[in-house]
């Protein structure tokens, strides 16, 4: 049954993914996240039942809009795909409970400023509120080790940011501070810190990358989001081996 269940939440995933893009890509801007119904930028075609099937449909229409061909972004159906795969492990790793829950409420998360920092560089104030109540809820319906731990990793995130933010000046946005904040409460106080490492150096990496492939300039922000999205999720399934690892080797 799990297999059943693992590939049902892929395509569960995938509809979610379909549907943060949309809200990534409309709260910014103050527009409702229902109406208008999605349409081409270009000339307005109003899409259809298969052109909103999640990477079917930009399969379907081969990457264009059917009216006027304008190319859709390939980022749409990448991480319909990528939503598919991560809600189908998260249910594999923890099954029904209140863990899966969690998790799949930090991917959402992920998900929808991921989206709104590649398309606007932004990380709204609206989205995070609206996580903040539902976080702390869902962190204390779910197994946890002390009542403590997700509000000093909450702070601890928060601070830590508001540290490098206050050094960096402009190297940091004010959003990640606030993010972050809200990461600790998912992740605790120790793990915010490593995923605040993971996410530095998955940037980095991508920086070099698209630095080594042309596809930015030397100056140019990068959207700092995606990295930490990234640093997050590995965080947040793999430190626990992680520490167990650091332990064997050095104590
Ligand atoms: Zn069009």
Sequence with gaps: MTIVFTVYFFIIGMLITSFTNVVGLRIPVGESIVRPRSHCPNCG??????????????????????????????????????????????????????????????????????????????????????????????????????????????????????????????????????????????????????ALFVSAFVGSIIGLTLLGLKRVERKQPIPFVPSIAIGTLLTYYFADDWVTLYLDLFL
């Excluded at 209140?98 to 959402?108: D, K, P, R």
């Design 45 to 194: 075609h109003v899409l259809g039942a298969l052109e909103l099937t999640p990477v079917l449909g930009y399969l379907a229409l081969r990457g264009k809009c059917r009216v006027c061909q304008l190319p859709i972004s390939a980022k749409y159906p990448a991480l319909e795909l990528l939503g598919g795969v991560l809600y189908a492990y998260a249910f594999y790793q923890f099954g029904w409970s209140m863990q899966f829950v969690l998790t799949l409420i930090l991917t959402s998360l992920l998900f929808i400023l991921v989206m709104s920092d590649l398309a606007y560089m932004l990380v709204p104030n609206k989205i995070l509120l609206f996580f903040l109540p539902i976080s702390l809820i869902v962190r204390y319906l779910s197994p946890y080790e002390n009542w403590y731990n997700p509000i000093i990793g909450g702070i601890v995130g928060f601070s830590l940011l508001f540290a490098i933010f206050l050094a960096s000046r402009q190297g940091m946005g004010a959003g990640d501070v606030k993010l972050f904040g809200l990461l600790g409460i998912f992740l605790g106080p120790l793990d915010v810190v490593i």
